[in-house]
């Protein structure tokens, strides 16, 4: 962190938002939400003012859940490329939305389609952050058999972002879903190793073994509340966080 809550100052410098497709679904629980995508973009927008360099890592599961597929008898790699195309789909559509925000954005997909967006490249990425650009990672890692998840962690990791941020729709980590246990309790800092060995539902093991090897902290927060994406940044304590430190 560089910054300090309430000096008004960025705590971080270059963050990667995760963002999931059933974020951009809203109430429908499924498809797009235009209300919602206006919603995300003027809040990206007023984070980029203060001079943050934002990444977007896009999910999939509102149009296509390729774990979901499989276990229908989908071949899962298949079921995986699939769902991949999709994060394509949100992006364009985040994209559209950021740009009406008056924001410059570029979508990098990691499954080469230059009719709609670049290939993925480390240093492209980074200029395009560097130049005050919004750029939204789609596709995933490329490759199936790997979550959205984990290709939040690995680009966060290879652009040198200070923290990755999960969008959720709830107000951080629970001992267990509150929505199922009424005695669940939120944690505000918990390590890698407690997620790990508790079964904390953060992230799939891979995002956060990766995210624990390059000490990349994680933070969960609640999307649905107004303005929360601007508290993270200039540090106050929102939602939960996952690192080092107990």
Same mark, same amino acid.
């Given at each position: 962190?560089?910054?300090?809550?309430?000096?008004?100052?960025?705590?971080?410098?270059?963050?990667?938002?995760?963002?999931?497709?059933?974020?951009?679904?809203?109430?429908?629980?499924?498809?797009?939400?235009?209300?919602?995508?206006?919603?995300?973009?003027?809040?990206?927008?007023?984070?980029?003012?203060?001079?943050?360099?934002?990444?977007?890592?896009?999910?999939?599961?509102?149009?296509?859940?390729?774990? !979901? #597929?499989? $276990? @229908?008898?989908?071949?899962?790699? /298949?079921?995986?490329?699939?769902?991949?195309? =999709?994060?394509? +789909?949100? &992006?364009?559509?985040?994209?559209?939305?950021?740009?009406?925000?008056?924001?410059?954005?570029?979508?990098?997909?990691?499954?080469?389609?230059?009719?709609?967006?670049?290939?993925?490249?480390?240093?492209?990425?980074?200029?395009?952050?560097?130049?005050?650009?919004?750029?939204?990672? !789609? #596709?995933? $890692? @490329?490759?199936?058999?790997?979550? /959205?998840?984990?290709?939040?962690?690995?680009? =966060?990791?290879? +652009?040198? &972002?200070?923290?990755?941020?999960?969008?959720?729709?709830?107000?951080?980590?629970?001992?267990?879903?509150?929505?199922?246990?009424?005695?669940?309790?939120?944690?505000?800092?918990?390590?890698?190793?407690?997620?790990?060995?508790?079964?904390?539902?953060?992230?799939?093991?891979?995002?956060?073994?990766?995210?624990?090897?390059?000490?990349?902290?994680?933070?969960?927060?609640?999307?649905?509340?107004?303005?929360? +994406?601007?508290?993270?940044?200039?540090?106050?304590?929102?939602?939960?966080?996952?690192?080092?430190?107990?």
């Amino acid at each position: 962190m560089t910054g300090a809550a309430g000096s008004g100052r960025p705590a971080y410098r270059r963050i990667v938002l995760k963002l999931s497709g059933e974020a951009l679904a809203g109430g429908q629980g499924y498809g797009i939400d235009p209300l919602v995508l206006d919603r995300i973009a003027a809040e990206v927008r007023d984070v980029a003012s203060l001079g943050v360099q934002i990444a977007i890592v896009m999910g999939g599961g509102n149009i296509f859940r390729g774990v !979901a #597929a499989s $276990t @229908g008898g989908m071949d899962r790699a /298949t079921a995986d490329y699939m769902g991949m195309l =999709a994060t394509i +789909i949100n &992006a364009l559509a985040l994209q559209d939305a950021l740009e009406k925000s008056s924001l410059q954005t570029r979508v990098l997909s990691a499954i080469e389609m230059r009719a709609v967006a670049e290939p993925y490249i480390r240093r492209r990425a980074i200029r395009h952050l560097e130049k005050g650009r919004v750029v939204i990672f !789609a #596709a995933g $890692t @490329g490759n199936p058999f790997f979550t /959205t998840d984990t290709a939040g962690a690995l680009r =966060a990791v290879e +652009i040198g &972002a200070d923290v990755i941020i999960k969008a959720t729709k709830v107000d951080g980590i629970y001992s267990a879903d509150p929505k199922l246990d009424k005695n669940a309790q939120r944690l505000v800092h918990v390590t890698y190793i407690e997620v790990l060995n508790r079964g904390l539902q953060v992230m799939d093991a891979a995002a956060i073994s990766l995210c624990m090897d390059n000490k990349l902290p994680i933070i969960v927060f609640d999307l649905t509340r107004p303005g929360n +994406i601007k508290r993270i940044v200039l540090g106050e304590a929102v939602g939960s966080i996952v690192s080092v430190g107990g």
